[in-house]
């Protein structure tokens, strides 16, 4: 879908086949084309109704962050995903609120909570269509906790690790130790002495630049 | 509600006004009232698809398990709550499974998974209702999470010790240093260790019929 084009994206929601004329020209005079810069802040805090975030180009990150400043990622939010929980003021069952930031430069279309909100409350569909995004979300946050409660540091590392090369499509990942931390919900300092563990062991090497992965099958091993 | 009345329990349900009189025909025949007692296991594990459960009377809990037996009490319900989750199987945005036990002796309704599965393929009212319970849950487990994430321990015992007392209306607690470490997501050693030092401090007393709270303003003041 070409940027900026608002008009074709409200004909090619999920639920346009739901919604009346009237409907439909005030989701477009709601829906604003937006970017976002690679580390911009989008909600949270302050922002604490933004709206609805449809991801056209990018990656989004939910977070959740505590009264001293850590983080925890939650999940990703990638080309054609729907960021509900940006609007999560309009859903009364939501009573909590995450942050969002763009991991990457992103191009998005921003559906402003007033519209949003008018829409859920007139069309059961479309509410039934943010409870089951909303729903969705739940599932990879439930992963997200098993991940961080039960699996071990080592093979929490490990997995990161090996998907984020698999994402890459290369070995060497520019990427800092309080950023891994961030992403696998731990302390740089735990990252570190296990990143040097796994240097010792051949798995890694470890450069300013970042870090290369020098034996593929050793890490996955770990990641079982 | 009287216990076993399935015709009055369809009719008090809260989308009973969407309902045809083929679809409550249906769902009265689909429903029965069950009975658990206080520790039975009601779903998870083998039982992958028990159907909805409404608490006439008494207390569910939702967990997770990991592969080494540990347990994180996601939240509990009481009367007149809805467990959707134990229905998770007919709803596919629905990717995780929780475990889920009576806590006490219990009367509910079991809505089948069958009888459940027809009216949300063909009622968007009901989809929306179970979709909405469920993004209620979340709301709980994001709550859960993080007090298990960023709440120090002791902040952590403290809650539960306080919030504990106030629920039984009493400074009497009858329950094991294991149960605790499964509540707040813990380890019975971790618990058992920041008692003793709670016992020092003279905010508890301990015995082997339980935990005597002997400082609530101590206590509440750690709950800060």
Known sequence: ?????????????????????????????????????????????????????FVNKGCIRAYMLSEEGREITLYRLYE???CMLSASCILEAVTFDVFIDAEED?????IKSS?????????????NFALHTIVERFSDVMWTMQQILFMSM???????????AAKKGSNILKITHEQI???????????SRMLKYFANE??????????????????LALTK
Do not use: W
Not at 181 to 191: D, H, K, L, M, P
């Open 1 to 53: 879908m070409a940027f900026g084009e608002v008009g074709k994206f409200v004909e090619e929601l999920p639920f346009a086949g739901r919604l009346s004329e009237r409907e439909k020209d005030d989701l477009i005079a709601g829906t604003k084309a937006v970017t976002y810069a690679k580390g911009e802040h989008i909600h949270g805090g302050n922002e604490n109704c933004t709206g609805v975030v």
């Open 80 to 82: 054609g995903d729907f």
């Open 115 to 127: 519209a949003f909100r008018q829409l859920t409350e007139n069309n059961v569909y479309v509410e």
């Open 154 to 164: 080592d093979k929490r590392l490990a997995v990161f690790l090996y998907d984020e």
């Open 181 to 191: 931390a961030r992403y696998i919900g731990s302390a740089r300092e735990v990252v």
């Open 202 to 219: 051949n798995i890694v090497s470890l450069s300013r630049n970042g870090i290369t992965i020098e034996d593929k099958n050793k890490l």
């Open 106 to 110: 992103t191009d998005a279309f921003l």
